[in-house]
């Protein structure tokens, strides 16, 4: 069953102001990728939402990815993302579908990049996981 998505995610969503001018952030934690200051203008109020309002902030960023790179959604994720999309359409994540080709490398780019961290800190990790303090 899909979840409806909460009042606080949905009132985040509404209160951004799509900007065509807007500048392009590449971000890497929590969200890998591409992103424009109009869509997160101001981490603490993600921060802010309750947790799992948070991550259906997150998710729907991940939604629009699979979008870009013509990926096949899940039922539930093509619920959510319509869901949303009708509730809050003048939203900058819905105005921007079709990205040119250096945005979706560039987005691809920086997963890459982070891919390559966490597999550095996860052989970090092992190789001292025997070590003793």
């Known amino acids: 069953m899909c979840r409806e998505t909460g009042a606080a995610a949905l009132r985040y969503f509404a209160s951004l102001v799509y900007r065509p001018d807007a500048g392009a952030v590449l971000g890497m934690i929590p969200l890998t990728g591409i992103y424009w200051v109009d869509e997160i203008p101001d981490h603490d109020q993600i921060a802010a939402l309750p947790e799992n309002e948070?991550?259906?902030?997150?998710?729907?960023?991940?939604?629009?990815?699979?979008?870009?790179?013509?990926?096949?959604?899940?039922?539930?994720?093509q619920w959510f993302w319509e869901s949303v999309r009708k509730q809050v359409p003048a939203c900058p994540l819905f105005q921007r579908?079709?990205?040119?080709?250096?945005?979706?490398?560039?987005?691809?780019?920086?997963?890459?990049?982070?891919?390559?961290?966490?597999?550095?800190?996860?052989?970090?990790?092992?190789?001292n996981s025997g070590e003793t303090k």
């Open 54 to 77: 948070r991550w259906q902030v997150y998710n729907l960023f991940l939604i629009r990815k699979l979008i870009w790179r013509k990926k096949e959604l899940s039922l539930e994720d």
């Open 97 to 127: 579908l079709e990205p040119s080709r250096e945005i979706v490398r560039a987005d691809r780019r920086i997963e890459r990049q982070m891919d390559r961290c966490e597999a550095a800190l996860e052989a970090e990790a092992r190789a």
